[in-house]
């Protein structure tokens, strides 16, 4: 089987993988992108700029990330003086010219004192737009703060305490719904009178887990720049989180194969250590047998070497033609019964040889199982190693809702992985105790066979002494 390394499915660094009109159009993802503007009589050139940009910003999407396609809204807010004009609102289109006839019409005007209705444009933003996209960004382009001194210290506010139809702590209500639908809103600064109102947004933000993006813009002309940039990280961002969604699945995949190969490795290991441990079982039968077989040669040998002093001794004192011929035959029959012994050694040590080569059969098939069980621990410990870069990958990420479960899956896959491993336990111990089964056969074949050629060492000698024995008695004869 093949295996993919788990980063070969990562969508990162802009591969060629996602360049080519088809390729892009068969994978093209939604963002969404709005503006939330200040339409007030100081934002002319703001509105007139964001015009200018917008088909940019498409073609430098299209260029850089062909695999997403931008949905274009717009909100414009003005004050509560403004009536009617007060909240307009585009809401998402794919077509750059409908964008651009939207935002050409829109006229800036009215606001009546400094503060305007900052956090009603960026409540009508959330509410009124039909948000459903993966990504989804929020660009507020703003030179004035909300009403309510909380925000601003500007003493040009005919709402200090914010109007009457606030929510208390509005802004707390505002960033609970944009965090409910994982928005990323980003505040273009065009000013200093709006930074009380970022520094109270980003220190709600914090406490849940939504990030705000603040970007300083000194004039019309930067505004581009500053949404490509933001765009360009967010896209990136989402690439990393579609890649390792993508990874998350292939490792599944991977884990899900590799649960069905080593159930059945397992299952197959076990029965072979069985057959190994029956095969070694019946040669450590063997070499019992053996054993039974030199103790009895040794027997009939200790009682052969009791009686070799004494038929030596007469011999060697036999004078007469007849005693000298009863003397040889007292001595060759020696010779056949030591050769008997001899040969039941020879024959102990077939039987060993046998159980030897027997017991190198199943070391070698015992060498074979442990590398298939090697190389699946390999692979265990290789997705394992792929699960934990995913893990520290999503810890990088900004928090979402999509990261949560990321993380919830890879943890999921970790666990699966690591009850691989337990389940790998009963196998090694299977393995090692067949293996030291393995091990006492070899070490009690040894010390037989050690022991038989110690005694055919003894009986050889002793059928040279009978042949010596025998040529005296042939002289004397």
């Not at 093209?28 to 339409?39: G, H, L, P, R, S």
């Not at 500007?154 to 109007?163: L, Q, W």
């Not at 017991?359 to 590398?371: G, H, I, P, Q, Y």
């Not at 005694?455 to 024995?469: H, I, M, W, Y």
Request: hydrophobic fraction near 35%; charged fraction near 30%.
């Amino acid at each position: 089987k093949k295996h993919y390394s788990l980063f070969s499915v990562l969508f990162l660094n802009n591969t060629s993988k996602y360049r080519g009109k088809d390729m892009a159009e068969s994978k093209q993802e939604t963002v969404d992108f709005a503006y939330a503007i200040d339409c007030t009589g100081s934002m002319g050139g703001y509105i007139t700029q964001v015009r200018q940009d917008i088909g940019s910003i498409v073609s430098k999407m299209q260029q850089q990330y062909p695999e997403f396609k931008l949905r274009l809204g717009c909100v414009a807010y003005r004050d509560w003086c403004d009536n009617e004009k007060r909240l307009e609102s585009l809401n998402f289109v794919e077509s750059v010219s409908s964008f651009k006839q939207y935002v050409e019409q829109l006229q800036a005007d009215g606001g009546g004192d400094e503060a305007e209705d900052v956090l009603g444009g960026l409540r009508h933003a959330v509410k009124s737009l039909s948000w459903n996209s993966k990504l989804r960004v929020l660009f507020h382009i703003c030179d004035a703060p909300p009403h309510n001194k909380m925000y601003h210290d500007t003493s040009s506010d005919d709402y200090p305490s914010g109007h009457s139809s606030d929510p208390s702590n509005y802004h707390e209500v505002v960033l609970r719904e944009m965090k409910h639908k994982h928005i990323h809103l980003c505040v273009a600064k065009l000013n200093d009178s709006v930074s009380k109102m970022i520094s109270v947004f980003k220190n709600y933000g914090k406490s849940i887990e939504l990030t705000i993006e603040e970007r300083s813009i000194n004039n019309a002309s930067e505004l581009l720049s500053a949404v490509q940039q933001t765009l360009h990280l967010l896209t990136k961002m989402r690439q990393e989180v579609k890649g390792t969604q993508s990874a998350v699945v292939q490792v599944t995949k991977q884990l899900n194969e590799f649960k069905i190969e080593a159930s059945e490795l397992v299952t197959a290991t076990m029965k072979k250590m069985d057959d190994i441990s029956a095969d070694v079982t019946k040669a450590h039968d063997a070499v019992t047998q053996v054993e039974r077989t030199v103790s009895e040669a040794k027997r009939e040998y200790d009682g052969l070497v009791s009686s070799y002093s004494v038929l030596k001794a007469y011999a060697n004192s036999v004078n007469t033609p007849a005693d000298i011929v009863e003397a040889e035959t007292k001595v060759m029959q020696m010779s056949v019964d030591l050769t008997k012994v001899n040969e039941s050694y020879s024959a102990a040590q077939t039987k060993l040889d046998d159980a030897f080569k027997r017991l190198t059969e199943k070391s070698s098939e015992m060498d074979t199982a442990a590398k298939t069980t090697s190389d699946a621990a390999a692979r265990k410990i290789q997705i394992k190693n792929e699960i934990c870069s995913l893990i520290t990958k999503v810890g990088n990420m900004e928090r979402s809702e999509e990261r949560k479960q990321l993380k919830k899956d890879i943890k999921e896959k970790l666990a699966a992985v690591n009850e691989l491993f337990k389940a790998d336990a009963k196998m090694k111990a299977k393995i090692l105790t067949v293996r030291m089964e393995i091990l006492k056969a070899f070490k009690e074949a040894q010390n037989r066979s050690t022991e038989i050629r110690d005694a055919q060492t003894e009986v050889e000698s002793k059928l040279r002494e009978l042949d010596s024995l025998l040529d005296e008695l042939d002289e004397r004869e």
